[in-house]
């Protein structure tokens, strides 16, 4: 298929009925070509072709292009501006992009939005963490870990704020539970915590026996 024959399929699909399906789903294939056909397409307005922002912001996403989702993701909350996984992608995106005060504005927003889930905290205490503020990033993995117990990405995060503030025995217990949890899909969570853990037991002095004087 060339990319020219794109738009007229996305015009014949919208005219056939098939929009909704075709805007929401468009960044769900590897082809920013489909969203922009969307884009471009004038009778597609509102909040509807928010999706199509999306999906070339999640696109670009994918492939490391943070200013292009960056400003995807923009026009996308101006359309739909109460959808919170919008904010977490952005924040996303301009936390890759070095821009970590803005992060943690985007990860706000999408916890105003959603406070009932879990990853936009742990993700909002990477982004405090990267900024120094390990205070604030601590809570935040505290009520991320509350929301979900069963994550070792927020216990293994939080223990490297705690070993990065010098509290070596809470860097420990988060490093050890993590390694007691379910390593799910990724198991450089758990690899990263043992590695953590054989850090810290090297750095401590060796036993001495008890002298028998």
Not at 53 to 73: K, N, V
Not at 151 to 176: I, K
Request: aromatic letters at 6%.
């Amino acid at each position: 298929m060339t990319k020219a024959a794109l738009p007229l399929l996305i015009v014949l699909g919208v005219l056939a009925g098939l929009s909704t399906r075709t805007v929401v789903n468009c960044g769900d294939e590897d082809e920013p070509d489909i969203c922009s056909a969307v884009i471009g397409f004038s009778p597609l307005r509102g909040s509807l072709i928010a999706f199509a922002y999306e999906g070339r912001g999640r696109i670009a996403l994918r492939h490391s292009d943070w200013p292009r989702a960056i400003a995807d993701f923009d026009e996308a909350i101006r359309l739909n501006p109460n959808r919170a996984t919008l904010y977490r992608d952005r924040a996303l995106a301009r936390r890759q992009n070095g821009d970590l005060a803005l992060a943690i504005e985007d990860y706000d927003e999408a916890i105003a939005h959603d406070p009932k889930l879990a990853a936009p905290y742990r993700e909002r205490g990477l982004a405090l963490a990267g900024t120094g503020d390990l205070d604030r990033a601590i809570l935040s993995y505290n009520t991320a870990i509350r929301l979900d117990p069963s994550d070792p990405q927020a216990r293994l995060d939080r223990g490297l704020s705690f070993l990065a503030r010098g509290q070596a025995n809470d860097a420990r217990a988060d490093f050890e539970a993590a390694l007691a949890l379910p390593a799910g899909k990724d198991a450089g969570t758990r690899a990263a915590a043992r590695a953590k853990l054989a850090e810290l037991a090297s750095a401590e002095p060796p036993q001495t026996s008890a002298s028998r004087w």
